[in-house]
């Protein structure tokens, strides 16, 4: 009462303001209510529009990750174990992995990201080889021509 007072306001005119301001507040209240579902949907739709299908077939490479717990986890150490092959995959996501000694187990879906590789990897050396294999043959049907040998005419160099 003294504020009304000391502004030198009247009393119904403060008391409708007052009833006017509530009633929008409710209005925004309902209308903030309604639209957070539609908020919700929309931003789900745009989070899973940027996270991409991890899809892995039979043969792949795939890292595992490490989830073991460490007292003193270093900063610069990978958490990512080298690659395993994918035996068979099951509908639910899980994965069967094979390691370099032919042991297989399971893992979850989760746990892997696939292999890109690297140069050096032993698929990479392997694919090499073959480039130079077939290289050799088709050196050899050339200069079968002129009545030579590849290895009369190869020079391997050495660093």
């Known amino acids: 009462m003294w504020a009304l007072k000391k502004l030198n306001l009247e009393w119904d005119v403060a008391t409708s303001l007052r009833v006017s301001h509530l009633n929008e507040l409710d209005e925004f209240r309902y209308h903030a209510y309604t639209s957070s579902p539609l908020y919700k949907e929309k931003m789900k739709y745009l989070h899973d529009k940027y996270i991409g299908n991890k899809e892995c077939k039979e043969g792949d490479l795939v890292l ?94 050495t660093a």
């Open 64 to 157: 595992l990750f490490n989830l073991r717990l460490q007292m003193f986890p270093k900063k610069l150490k990978s958490k990512w174990f080298c690659p395993f092959e994918v035996v068979s995959v099951t509908p639910f996501g899980a994965l069967d992995l094979k390691n370099n000694n032919d042991k297989v187990f399971r893992v979850n879906g989760h746990r892997v990201k696939n292999y890109l590789g690297k140069f050096g990897d032993s698929y990479v050396v392997a694919c090499i080889a073959t480039m130079s294999v077939l290289y050799r043959n088709c050196a050899q049907k050339k200069l079968a021509k002129y009545g030579k040998s590849a290895d009369d005419t190869c020079i391997v160099r």
